[in-house]
């Protein structure tokens, strides 16, 4: 039995946020397609600075502010991130990354969370998500 299967084209939008630091490597902020937006690992650098704050909490704080960044460039917010995936350089740093996190993300979306060996600049954690758009 042969069956057909029809591909409608596949649009794809690149986001560029003033709010989140520019990419450090060959790849971009993230990308809205089939009305989902997927944002790269987003590092707690401050996009002003370029620094990275101290502790887990501030770094925590600042990579959820970019990652909001990208996905309010992209016509879309917390209350719609459908999942998360979340680095920690220390699992130790669990439960304080954990209390931050949860005040941006109150929608409780499904997460990935897990200790890594390193993250670039020596950063304590690093959170990427998919969202609607």
């Known amino acids: 039995m042969n069956s057909i299967i029809f591909y409608k084209e596949i649009t794809m ?5 003033s709010g989140a630091p520019d990419a450090i490597g060959p790849y971009s902020q993230g990308f809205v397609t089939n009305g989902l937006i997927f944002t790269s690992g987003q590092l707690p650098v401050n996009s002003e600075t ?3 704050p101290e502790g887990i909490a501030a770094q925590t704080e600042q990579s959820c502010k970019n990652v909001l960044a990208i996905l309010e460039a992209a016509g879309s917010g917390a209350e719609k ?5 979340c680095f920690l350089a220390e699992i130790t740093d669990f439960s ?3 209390e931050v996190y949860a005040k941006y993300f109150v929608s409780k979306p499904a997460r990935s969370c897990f200790a890594v ?3 670039p600049k020596e950063a304590l954690c690093e959170i990427e998500c998919v969202a609607k758009a």
């Open 96 to 98: 304080a990354f954990n």
């Open 81 to 85: 991130v459908v999942k998360t995936t």
């Open 50 to 52: 370029g620094e990275i």
């Open 13 to 17: 939008k690149k986001i560029q946020s």
């Open 117 to 119: 060996k390193a993250l």
